[in-house]
Each structure stands twice: as C-alpha cells, then as structure tokens.
C-alpha cells in the first residue's frame, strides 16, 4: 500500500545510546518531515527536506540529525539519547509546492528512553 | 509567529448529537488546512484538506470550512456516533516550497453512547 512506513513502532533505550528511526514513503514525495508529538505541547517539527540533499531545521532541531540520500528515505538519528527525548515520533511527507497537497503521516515510533 | 488553537481541549457529546470543532489561526495568508483524526496509540488519519480558495468540503458526515479573514475553520460532524471519539487536530499550511504544517493542540472528543 502506498504511504508513509515507520519502524520500529516501539523502542526502547538506554540514556545515552544511539538509533536511527527509519522513514521511507513510496508516493514520490519531495517534502519529508519529522514531529514529535508530546502531552500539552502537541505535534512540533524537528527536521524537514524540500528534496534528496536538502535538509533544514525545524523549532526542535537539537540532539537529532538527519539526512536525505534518496526521495524515498528519510531516517532521523538520535545521537545520544536522553530521557528528554522520550516521545512518539512521526514521519510525514507532502507534494512539493506552495499548496495544494495534503499531508501524508505515518504510524508513528514510540520511544522511551530509561 | 504562525499559531494555531483549538477550543475547546475537550468535548462530551450524547451519541446523535451533531457537533462542532473550532481552530483559529493568525496568519490570514494561509494556504490550505488539513483536519487530522488520531485514535489513542495511532497515527494521524488525514480527514479533509481545504484550500484557501475553498470555503468548503465534506466527506460523509464531516463538513469542514475555511474562513481567511476571520482566521477560523470549523469541523462538522453530524449524528455523532461512539465510533467518532478520538482526537482531533487541525493543521494550517502557510505556504512556500519550505513550508510546514503548524499543529493546534486538538479537541478531544468523546461521544456517550
């Protein structure tokens, strides 16, 4: 099925340790963004890409980094994690432009760090 | 700053009853906003996008509009059922190629059976 693919859907770490969490999408989205979302403070933008090579921060850009080697994939890695940065974790992609097309999410990866 | 609300946080609603969700926005120059349903533990299921040319769309039982220059979108559900608590949350995209959408906080709507 076309859409955004999310995994893992749950993770759990230890307070320093490192993972990627991985995004691909198979719409031939251009744009491609991370949120996490968090109780009372909504859904907050981490990183985004206009294309493969480009990418930009968002309002929660620290202690992630990502890249973009591919239109499809988009994997967000978390360098050191901190309890901080327990939250769920949503991929999402859109057409390129200035409007006109809807926004794409997935599921979502629900990560604890202990 | 671009900003989205949504008022109230939570609404109770016997079944059958038909219903409204209010989201404001600041920026009147709003290009589309994307009405998302989250269901405890999932994803967002996009409901209805309206551009801001439109004032209007529905699917089924839902009816959603877009007023620019009040800076308000509304969500209709009619004859509410158990089956549409969940909760909802608007998003407004404001434009450009770097674009992004801004959240409001959601309703979180439970219908009483």
């Known amino acids: 099925n076309a859409g955004v693919t999310q995994t893992p859907k749950f993770q759990v770490l230890k307070t320093g340790q490192s993972m990627t969490l991985q995004c691909a999408q198979d719409?031939?989205?251009?744009?491609m963004s991370w949120y996490r979302q968090d109780p009372g403070m909504g859904l907050r933008l981490i990183h985004y890409?206009?294309?493969?090579?480009?990418?930009d921060q968002g309002e929660v850009p620290n202690g992630y980094n990502v890249s973009r080697s591919t239109t499809e994939d988009f994997p967000l890695r978390l360098l050191s994690a901190a309890p901080s940065q327990t939250s769920v974790y949503f991929c999402?992609?859109?057409?390129?432009?200035?409007?006109?097309?809807?926004?794409?999410f997935g599921s979502g990866t629900r990560l604890t760090v202990v | 700053k671009q900003e989205v609300t949504q008022i109230p946080a939570a609404l109770s609603v016997p079944e059958g009853e038909n219903l409204v969700l209010n989201c404001s926005f600041t920026?009147?120059?709003?290009?589309?906003l994307q009405w998302f349903r989250q269901d405890p533990g999932k994803g967002l299921t996009s409901l209805l996008l309206?551009?801001?040319?439109?004032r209007e769309q529905t699917s089924g039982r839902l009816n959603a509009s877009l007023d620019k220059s009040s800076g308000r979108s509304t969500l209709y559900i009619a004859a509410s059922q158990p089956g549409d608590s969940a909760t909802y949350l608007c998003?407004?995209?404001?434009?450009?190629?770097?674009?992004?959408?801004?959240f409001g906080k959601g309703t979180k709507l439970s219908v009483k059976p």
């Open positions: 999402a992609s859109r057409l390129s432009g200035t409007g006109g097309h809807g926004y794409t």
């Open positions: 719409m031939n989205h251009e744009y």
């Open positions: 890409s206009v294309g493969a090579g480009i990418t």
């Open positions: 920026d009147s120059a709003i290009y589309n």
């Open positions: 309206i551009q801001s040319s439109q």
């Open positions: 998003a407004g995209f404001f434009g450009g190629s770097q674009g992004n959408l801004i």
